[in-house]
């Protein structure tokens, strides 16, 4: 059984930049964390 990890957080570079949120998998079969998607978050 294959189990996939997904790790979803928000961060920016600084006060004025926009807040982005990242979408990150791992599954077994690959060595390294994968970007699935980057999005704006509104209200910031």
Known sequence: M????FW???AQT???SPVLE??????PRWQ?????RVAS???F
């Open 22 to 27: 990242f979408d990150m998998s791992a599954d």
């Open 8 to 10: 979803r957080f928000q």
């Open 2 to 5: 294959l189990t996939t990890k």
């Open 14 to 16: 600084g006060p004025a």
């Open 32 to 36: 390294d964390w994968r970007l699935r």
């Open 41 to 43: 978050v509104d209200g």
